[in-house]
């Protein structure tokens, strides 16, 4: 029988202070989690907009010191703002489709747009209060499933390889190098979770990926270039790109916030839920939201892309059960030392995406269940399977069949790509159900 490990429903599990030798790795863990996705960001918009080498480098390093200032304050807090959960930061894939439109204008007009909706979404928050009662267990719980299931598919791909290899070397992507690696980390860190003990349980992701970047190396598929490429030192300088106010980016960063605001209150949920058995309360959403449009405005002046919460660090709280605020601040702070010395992230890039799938497959599907959780918590009456049953056809449907859009037009905004991601249809859906559906 495996061992199950026991929830705190209590708030003093999320302030306990843990020791260095614990709360580093623990924080070096979800650093591991989310930093594939945070690089991955700047490294599309980079080649969209044509920048130079040089460039590129520089917005990967801002995107990993932006990131880690996001998360403090996210973690941390300063009066309202944070949610001070673990709740780790990092640029948004979300804004890509609205983003690429406006390459004619430069990178100026983007990080303009995201200040200004950066600003939007700290308004969002603070007057999240009285509309609280509009994001209940069964809308927050959908969005919560929908970001898992979403997000399997990208698990998937990067166990086999990653997208790249998937794209431009189909022939190799998913085979039997790639599936071992991945393989590896999966069954290490479920083995290390279920029968270790104390912090061998609680580190069992970064035991696995460590496992598993022996294995690739063995096999001769760790990028040691990246290493040695990488500089030392790099210096943030903000406004790099100027300021440049275009109205058609600035109203779809504006729209954008709030289909951003939804997604964070579903990571913040499926943290709370996953970590501590329990729904995420009033103070700790708005704090939540709030700190989002802070890291986004932030990230904007150094020159990085939008900033939200990341969906599989909430899946590595679940299956750690690990919910201290401030093993996320340690991660921020690893972030910012990243963005500061490429040289220790060049460490991380090295390795390959298999490593990271095999991990993102266990963290993804645990926001499912986080998800399937909060759910279980609403009566399940007419009306309420009625809205959880329409939310997830569109959602899943258009996910799997995005063929279905193909003929709606984009109205500028990339309509058809917002509709195919399940998470942004199932969850606006969800919202307008449950504010139009009368109770009986």
Same mark, same amino acid.
Request: hydrophobic share 55%; no cysteine.
């Given at each position: 029988?495996?061992r199950?490990?026991?929830?705190?429903?209590?708030?003093?599990? @999320?302030?306990?202070k843990?020791?260095?030798?614990?709360?580093?790795?623990?924080?070096?863990?979800h650093?591991?989690?989310?930093?594939?996705?945070?690089?991955?960001?700047?490294?599309?918009v980079?080649?969209?907009?044509?920048v130079?080498t040089g460039?590129? #480098?520089?917005?990967?390093?801002?995107?990993?010191?932006?990131?880690g200032?996001?998360?403090?304050i996210?973690?941390?807090?300063?009066?309202?703002?944070?949610?001070?959960?673990?709740?780790?930061?990092?640029?948004?894939?979300?804004?890509?489709?609205?983003?690429?439109?406006?390459?004619?204008?430069? *990178?100026?007009?983007?990080? @303009?747009?995201?200040?200004?909706?950066?600003?939007?979404?700290?308004?969002?928050?603070?007057?999240?209060?009285?509309?609280?009662?509009?994001?209940?267990?069964?809308?927050t719980?959908?969005?919560?499933?929908?970001?898992?299931?979403?997000?399997?598919?990208?698990?998937?791909?990067?166990?086999?390889?990653?997208?790249?290899?998937?794209?431009?070397?189909?022939?190799?992507?998913?085979?039997?190098?790639?599936?071992t690696?991945?393989?590896?980390?999966?069954?290490?860190? *479920?083995?290390?979770?279920?029968?270790?003990?104390?912090?061998?349980?609680?580190?069992?992701?970064?035991?696995?990926?460590?496992?598993?970047?022996?294995?690739?190396?063995?096999?001769?598929?760790?990028?040691?270039?990246?290493?040695?490429?990488?500089?030392?030192?790099?210096?943030?300088?903000?406004?790099?790109?100027?300021?440049?106010?275009?109205w058609?980016?600035?109203? *779809?960063?504006?729209?954008?916030?709030?289909?951003?605001? #939804?997604?964070?209150?579903?990571?913040i949920?499926?943290?709370?839920m996953?970590?501590?058995?329990?729904?995420?309360?009033?103070?700790?959403?708005?704090?939540?939201?709030?700190?989002?449009?802070?890291?986004?405005?932030?990230?904007?002046?150094?020159?990085?892309?939008?900033?939200?919460?990341?969906?599989?660090?909430?899946?590595?709280?679940?299956?750690?059960g690990?919910?201290?605020?401030?093993?996320?601040?340690?991660?921020?702070? #690893?972030?910012?030392?990243?963005?500061l010395?490429?040289?220790?992230?060049?460490?991380?890039?090295?390795?390959?995406?298999?490593?990271?799938?095999?991990?993102?497959?266990?963290?993804?599907?645990?926001?499912?269940?986080?998800?399937?959780?909060?759910?279980?918590?609403?009566?399940?009456?007419?009306?309420?399977?009625?809205?959880?049953?329409?939310?997830?056809s569109?959602g899943?449907g258009?996910?799997?069949?995005p063929?279905?859009?193909?003929?709606i037009?984009?109205?500028?905004?990339?309509?058809?790509?917002?509709?195919?991601?399940?998470?942004?249809?199932?969850g606006?859906?969800?919202?307008?159900?449950?504010? @139009?559906?009368?109770?009986?």
């Amino acid at each position: 029988m495996a061992r199950t490990r026991k929830r705190s429903t209590s708030s003093g599990a @999320t302030n306990k202070k843990l020791p260095l030798n614990q709360s580093i790795p623990l924080g070096i863990q979800h650093v591991f989690a989310m930093f594939a996705g945070n690089i991955t960001v700047p490294l599309i918009v980079a080649g969209v907009f044509g920048v130079t080498t040089g460039e590129k #480098i520089f917005l990967i390093q801002m995107a990993l010191f932006a990131a880690g200032v996001a998360t403090i304050i996210q973690t941390v807090g300063y009066k309202n703002i944070g949610a001070r959960l673990p709740i780790i930061q990092g640029t948004s894939f979300a804004f890509i489709p609205i983003m690429l439109p406006f390459k004619a204008f430069g *990178l100026g007009a983007i990080f @303009t747009a995201a200040f200004i909706g950066g600003i939007f979404q700290i308004w969002i928050g603070k007057m999240l209060k009285p509309i609280r009662h509009m994001f209940p267990p069964l809308v927050t719980g959908i969005v919560v499933l929908m970001i898992g299931i979403s997000l399997l598919k990208v698990g998937f791909k990067y166990a086999g390889g990653g997208v790249w290899l998937m794209n431009n070397k189909p022939e190799i992507f998913a085979n039997w190098h790639h599936l071992t690696i991945a393989g590896t980390v999966l069954i290490v860190a *479920l083995l290390t979770n279920l029968r270790g003990k104390g912090m061998v349980s609680a580190a069992s992701i970064l035991i696995g990926i460590v496992a598993g970047f022996i294995v690739a190396a063995l096999f001769g598929e760790v990028r040691w270039a990246k290493i040695a490429a990488a500089d030392w030192f790099a210096f943030p300088m903000p406004l790099q790109y100027g300021i440049d106010f275009v109205w058609g980016a600035v109203i *779809l960063m504006l729209f954008m916030s709030i289909v951003t605001t #939804i997604e964070t209150i579903g990571d913040i949920s499926a943290t709370t839920m996953g970590g501590a058995n329990r729904e995420a309360t009033n103070k700790e959403l708005s704090g939540g939201i709030m700190a989002d449009g802070v890291g986004t405005a932030f990230a904007s002046i150094f020159n990085a892309m939008p900033n939200t919460s990341y969906s599989q660090n909430a899946g590595l709280v679940a299956f750690t059960g690990v919910i201290s605020r401030h093993v996320g601040t340690v991660a921020g702070v #690893i972030l910012i030392l990243l963005g500061l010395f490429p040289k220790l992230g060049g460490i991380i890039a090295a390795m390959p995406d298999s490593v990271i799938g095999g991990a993102a497959i266990i963290m993804f599907g645990l926001i499912a269940g986080a998800g399937i959780k909060l759910i279980s918590k609403t009566e399940m009456s007419q009306r309420n399977i009625l809205i959880l049953a329409l939310s997830l056809s569109f959602g899943i449907g258009l996910y799997a069949f995005p063929e279905f859009v193909a003929h709606i037009p984009d109205f500028g905004i990339k309509l058809k790509l917002l509709l195919t991601t399940g998470l942004i249809p199932a969850g606006l859906l969800a919202f307008v159900l449950n504010a @139009t559906l009368p109770k009986k």
